[in-house]
């Protein structure tokens, strides 16, 4: 009980041949013992789910490290279970349960700490993150607190502690806070952060609390409670009259099976729709990858056939391939050509060409031009000159180049 760290072990790991609709990770009050935890173990067991109870020791309220290392621990269990099968998961936690442990746990998933566990491994374990379950906290803690906790007769599950053992705890928690008193207000804050942090996780939550409970002040509760429906959580405060701290289930068990069943459905149901959304951006990504392969493949033989053929280099357009030098049709090689590529080269065999002054050249000039044109009536080289444009088409002078141009086409 004042030890350092905790243990964990699972509830009803066998149940229905080894499978279970979800696993709840139980965060138990401080100096409680498996007996305790019977109970919430057969109720979650009930609704087809296992349990994974952690218990943990007063002394990790002052010494987060000591948190830590429970929480390292409690994590890769956790993932021996996950990688075999990925299930929806809830985090159960009782009383003081967060402060000792949980809330570290929570920052080793969220990446807000560092750990010595894979990022693949801490991304499984937050997709299957599926609910939160507050029974009696969360509680601000102080240290005068943590000694009230510990003395306290719904924790001791003893109607009258010992004086001796009172007296020990209020002079622990008195030299506590004397050597921490810095620390643990920044620990305070901090632990507050996280638990707000993880809103992040998209997971419902319940909140399960009496005006009774002098150990959890339902102030502090619904303000917690308040704050996350501001920031967009699906919040469920169930208030129980007069049951005491940790003490509704016992005092209600009907009411507080309903809602916990409620809970449970509600993260089920988180979890399957993450999953089928997976499932869909999954195919969607295979679906482009499918679409853009026969373009990548079109990409690649026109990158291919821009650098094989060596006498014509190919100039990429939008809808074809063209050619982008007349030499290709000539027979010309390129200057970038080297020389060594040169005779692999097909050269195309140069057109026949007509000699002007030659014997056929002055007989087509002979045939195809006129000699008599003393009757045209060609206007001087100056009339060719382009006259400023006037707005009306029929005021313009003869242009006989337009009818050479018809004349061509």
């Known amino acids: 009980m004042w030890g350092f760290g905790g243990r964990y072990y699972w509830g009803m790991k066998e149940r229905r041949g080894g499978r279970s609709d979800g696993i709840v990770v139980v965060f138990a009050w401080m100096s409680s013992q498996e007996r305790h935890l019977k109970n919430y173990v057969q109720l979650y067991s009930s609704l087809g789910w296992n349990s994974l109870v952690c218990h943990s020791e007063f002394l990790n309220l002052f010494f987060p490290e000591k948190a830590a290392n429970l929480a390292h621990d409690l994590l890769k269990e956790l993932l021996k279970e ?40 801490l991304q499984l374990v937050k997709e299957c993150f599926s609910g939160h379950i507050y029974d009696s906290c969360p509680v601000d803690f102080t240290s005068d607190l943590g000694a009230r906790f510990v003395v306290h007769p719904t924790v001791l599950k003893m109607s009258h502690p010992p004086r001796i053992v009172s007296m020990m705890a209020n002079g622990i928690a008195s030299g506590l806070d004397a050597l921490f008193l810095n620390r643990f207000e920044s620990h305070r804050a901090e632990y507050w952060q996280t638990l707000y942090s993880s809103i992040c996780m998209r997971a419902p939550y319940l909140i399960l609390y009496s005006e009774n409970d002098d150990l959890a002040p339902y102030q502090v509760i619904c303000n917690f409670a308040q704050r996350l429906q501001e920031l967009g959580s699906d919040v469920k405060l169930v208030k129980f009259d007069g049951s005491p701290h940790v003490g509704h289930y016992q005092h209600y068990p009907i ?87 040169k005779e692999d080269l097909i050269h195309l065999p140069n057109p026949p060409r007509i000699n002007a002054h030659g014997v056929l050249g002055q007989f087509l000039f002979d045939v195809c031009v006129p000699k008599n044109v003393e009757d045209w009536d060609i206007e001087s080289s100056t009339s060719f000159i382009r006259q400023p444009y006037s707005s009306s088409r029929r005021h313009n002078p003869f242009n006989p180049i337009k009818c050479i141009r018809r004349s061509r086409l």
């Open 82 to 121: 996950l990688k075999v099968r990925p299930c929806p998961v809830v985090f159960a936690s009782f009383s003081g349960g967060p402060k000792s442990c949980m809330y570290k746990v929570l920052q080793m998933i969220l990446g807000m700490s560092e750990v010595q566990i894979k990022a693949d491994d």
């Open 255 to 341: 009411d507080y099976k309903a809602a916990v069943t409620e809970l449970l459905g509600k993260a089920a149901a988180v979890y399957s729709q993450r999953v089928r959304r997976d499932g869909e951006r999954t195919d969607l990504e295979g679906t482009r990858d499918e679409i853009s392969e026969p373009y990548s493949t079109l990409r690649k033989a026109a990158s291919s056939a821009n650098q094989g053929f060596l006498g014509t280099p190919l100039m990429q357009s939008d809808r074809f391939l063209m050619p982008s030098s007349p030499g290709y049709y000539e027979g010309r090689g390129f200057g970038s050509v080297s020389d060594e590529h």
